[in-house]
Structures are given as structure tokens and as C-alpha cells.
């Protein structure tokens, strides 16, 4: 099984595999809030491009979160803080979502075999559950409007090297080798790695920094989000 | 000034500024190639992008070198490999070239505000260069095919990390801050290094080793090959 890392949306294209998993990644911070969300009960989640959409959606009476630079959207009821879904009032709705990436780049991947969703939050389920369906591996990381991001493919990286001691995975794809290159430089301290990184900062001046830690501390939430048709839903 | 990294022709708008110096990079091999060009007397470069112009080029009595897939296209006097420009017969002509990735490069970087060649074989006289231009700085990585490459990042890092030590010159892009810490990583060894990546298994299945082991040696061919127009000049 081939491991690939696909370092923006834009780039999809060229990766498609029709056979492969797809991870969708956006560390800081929609695929954390995502897996968090399930992690407490949320029922379904609907990813969303645009805010007209989200709009559409919350005259449906959905429960919807919009978020765009770091900021929930005015009117909305929730942004893409992982801290907005550990609330009882979650629990067992059907939330739709839309995000500056993270739902860019599960668009983006649309026509994709499958698509799970990865953070630190759920490393490790996300390592086992790819063991288990033993097929190609395409990382998918959102980065920021396009651009190459740290976070994201450093959790790349993450479960790379988990998969590359695993008989039967390999990889001939030079951003896989840097993602976990990098990977292995950030590990002992991922919060101290990222000090310098342009999202941590544009966060962090959002007064984020509550965020960053937890969505950078693994394996607090070992759910896997799966696309089903237009839904993601528990794996 | 500002200094950025933009891993593929692809997402170069993402990142064009029209006051940066744009360094392009195709380590294996045009760069490489380009630069030893002009070490041993060539006077100029037109780089094409296609291979119709090539043959339109070669039909008015222009020297032409054309590469492929790693190969010298049939019918034509030159490919890829810098050894071919150390010869007495390039010395004072213009030679038009097409490769399968570093002239799409230059290309996409057309609307520039300059244009100089990047290779190991001119890293310090690239890094004097940019400390006199005083400028932002793009490095455009050719790829492979618009995916993330190796040895053009790890060139990028090696400029960068010399740069950055230089007051005036500042990052806050990701990519430069992968690139550089993928360099420090390297450059000790970097036929090492790029042991398992994957245009270094490419060439070496071409039996290019000789190629690699000169592009990877830093300093041999102390000139900046500059864009003037349709041309590339010694700087």
C-alpha cells in the first residue's frame, strides 16, 4: 500500500487515487473540532463550502457553524473552536460546517474512495483504522487559502511513520519523506515546533493559544469521522 | 524583506509579488544544467516551455537542447545534463531549452519582477546576490510534475537559512521554515539525504549518478544567470 501526502487542495488533482483512503487534515483548527465534536455525541456533520450555503442551511432550522480567518461568523452558532462542541447541546444533532479549509479541502476530495477526517486528537485511531482497510494511503492537508502548512503536515508525518514500520505500507513520494522528517524534528515538543508557524500566530493573536494546546495533544478523542454520502458520521 | 517558498509551478500565483526576486530551482537537473552553461562560456538561454517551439527553434539554426522524462529528446544536440554544457563547442552561443520541469517553471514566473537560476552550483553567489538586491525573495521549486520535491527545497533552505541570518531578511511562511529545518537536516550529506527520494531513484534508474553527485556539490560555478526578456544572461 502507497502512503502519499497531498500538501494543499489545490494540488488534489494531481494525487487522485480512486483506490486510496483520504485523511483529511486541518490540525488548527476544523478537523479537531470535527473530531471532537463526535467524540461528544454529535450525530452527523455536514461540510459545507460556502457561507451561502450555511446560510441556507440555518433558515432549515440546522444548528450550523461558520468560520472564516479564525472567527466565527456573525449569526452563526458556533466557529471551528473544538472547546464550541463539548457541550451537552450537541449531543446528538446533525451540525452543518463550513471553515476557511478544512471544508475546502474535503470538497476538494470529493471524488475519492473514501475520506476520514485526522487530527492529533484521534493519531492513533486514525493509524489503526488504516491498518485495518489496507488500501493506499493520500493525506490530504488543507493548509491555509493554498498554501503549505506546518500543523497539518506534521500529523501527516505523524501517522506516516506509524504506517511506514507497518509490513506492507511503503512510500516513493518525497513530501511524505519531508512530512516525516519533520515530523520527527517536532514530536517531543509540538507546541514548541510550531512557535514560529503562521497559523499558530494568527491564532495566537486571536487569543487562541487554549486551542492550539489541545488540538496539539494526541489522542484525546479516538472516534474516526467518515464521509457517507454528504455526511460525515462516526466510523 | 520577506522571504518565501513556493513548492510547484502550480501555486505560483498563490504567491506571486511584484517586488520579488524570484530564485527558480531545478536541482536534477535544468538549474544545474543552466548554470554550468554559463561557467563555460555560453552566452545566452532562451527557455521554451514546449517541444513544437524546440523544433522551430532547431529549424531556424538554434543549438537546442530538449529533455524529457530525464532524457535527451531524439533529434536533438543536448538534454539535461550539465556535462553536456562543458564543452568548448557551447562556448559564446545561444542555446533555446526545454525541460520537463525547470522551463515550465521559469515560465510560470514570467511576470516576475526578476528572474535568477538557482543550483548548489552557484549557492553562494546566489545568497551574495540577494543580500545586494536588497529585495523580497520567491523561490519557485520546479517539482516533479507540479508535486513537492527534495532537492529544490532543500536548495530553497540553504539560501534561506544564510539569508535569514543576515538582518533586513524575516520569514513567516511555513514552507521556508520546513525548508530550512529539511536542509539543516541534509546538509551534511545530501547524496545521502536524497538516498530514497524519489527523482534521485529516477535519474539513478537512467544511470545518472555522476549528474547527481555534481548537482549536489555546492560552489562549482560561482555565476547568477539572470532573465532579460526572452533571455537568460550571466548576471
Known amino acids: 500500500m502507497n502512503i502519499e501526502v ?6 488534489y488533482p494531481l494525487f487522485h487515487n480512486p483506490n486510496a483512503v483520504v485523511v483529511v487534515i486541518d490540525v488548527l483548527r476544523a ?19 460556502t457561507v451561502e450555503e450555511a446560510l441556507e442551511y440555518k433558515s432549515n432550522g440546522y444548528m450550523v457553524a461558520a468560520e472564516r480567518n479564525g472567527e466565527v461568523l456573525e449569526g452563526f ?45 484521534n493519531l492513533d485511531a486514525i493509524v489503526d483504522y488504516l491498518i485495518e482497510e489496507k488500501k493506499d494511503v493520500l493525506f490530504l492537508c488543507a493548509g491555509w487559502k493554498n498554501k503549505f502548512n506546518l500543523e497539518d503536515t506534521l500529523f501527516a508525518g505523524a501517522v506516516a511513520e506509524k504506517l511506514s514500520l507497518k509490513s506492507g505500507f511503503e512510500t516513493q513520494c518525497d513530501s511524505t519523506l519531508a512530512a516525516i522528517d519533520l515530523y520527527k524534528l517536532a514530536k517531543h515538543d509540538l507546541v514548541g515546533y ?7 500566530n494568527r491564532l495566537a ?16 478523542c479516538p472516534v474516526v469521522p467518515v464521509m457517507e454520502g454528504k455526511f460525515l458520521v462516526k466510523g
Open 6 to 11: 497531498c500538501y494543499t487542495p489545490q494540488a
Open 31 to 49: 478537523t479537531s473540532a470535527i473530531t471532537t465534536a463526535f467524540y461528544n455525541g454529535v450525530l452527523k456533520i455536514i461540510p459545507i463550502a
Open 77 to 121: 452558532d458556533l466557529g471551528n473552536s473544538p472547546f464550541g462542541y463539548m457541550n451537552s447541546k450537541v449531543k446528538g444533532k446533525t451540525i452543518a460546517i463550513t471553515t476557511t479549509n478544512g471544508t475546502q479541502a474535503i470538497d476538494a476530495a470529493k471524488s475519492a474512495h473514501k475520506i476520514i477526517i485526522g487530527s492529533f486528537l
Open 194 to 200: 510550531l512557535a514560529n508557524s503562521s497559523h499558530r
Open 205 to 220: 493573536k486571536l487569543d487562541l493559544e487554549r486551542d492550539i494546546k489541545y488540538c496539539l495533544t494526541p489522542n484525546q
